[in-house]
């Protein structure tokens, strides 16, 4: 650390958040329960003398980038009971408006793809002081709306054709997809499965400075993982529920489990990040 700060100014300014960033992962591998104040501390000691501003700049860089920097409370996050309540309106279409599977296996496809938006926005938002890092975004962000897009595109036509009998056109499903929510109602519960996102990544990701400790190598991942898990389930779950007729009894517990699918990812990533 101490050769670093003696290097020329701008290459100082240019790799402290690198630098910081860095430091903190490894830090927090070795000492996981240590909070912002004691890494400080222990950084402050390491230098062997009293910091000066250069160095004062990157301990503070470290310790806004350390993983229990805004450790969340105990208890169920607003974030978490937004995405609940949510999910819950999917529940009220089943009941109000007779929805059989169809709608809910669309709604929660769409829900990937208002996840693929934000995704872009948070891997464009990590760490914007690190020079460095808009370097690799030049190169994953746009890899990431194409391959993703194209996977989430594949994915829709074939739900569109076997669930709910549209046909795409050419090659995106969107027309499809826009025509079925009008066909079956589905206005509010995907404004209300977007809000909840966009919530979580006004209240987590930017309030409470998420971005300073993501990696964009795992947010290039992320939503891949959850379709894949998710969509598993629930399209197992889809044609269970299909061949049955689409009865009562069967819809709400495939609301169910996604919800607690939906709860226990949402927090395992804020205990990761917070």
Known sequence: M?????????????????????IARELAKKHPDWGPD???????ADLGREPGPREMKLVDEVVRRWPGAARPRAGVSASGVVLVVANLVAVHGIFAFGWDVFP??????????VIGVLNVARMLAVDPEDGAAWLVKLGMVPFFCVHYGMFTAIHGSLLLGIFGDYDSEGFSPLPAATQA???????????????SHVFSF???????GEFRRASLSELMEQPYRRVVLLHVVILA????????????WALVPLVVVKIALDLHAHVRERRKLG
């Open 38 to 44: 004691e890494i400080a501390a222990q950084l402050r």
């Open 202 to 208: 006004l209240w987590n990701y930017i309030g409470r």
């Open 104 to 113: 809910l296996i669309l709604l929660y496809w769409i829900e990937n793809v």
């Open 2 to 22: 101490a050769k670093m700060i003696e290097a020329p100014p701008w290459l100082v300014a240019l790799a402290t958040p690198l630098l910081a960033r860095v």
């Open 181 to 195: 929510v009008v066909d079956y109602g589905l206005g509010l519960a995907v404004a209300a499965v977007a809000a």
């Open 237 to 248: 779950g889809g044609f269970a529920v299909a061949a049955l007729g689409s009865p009562l």
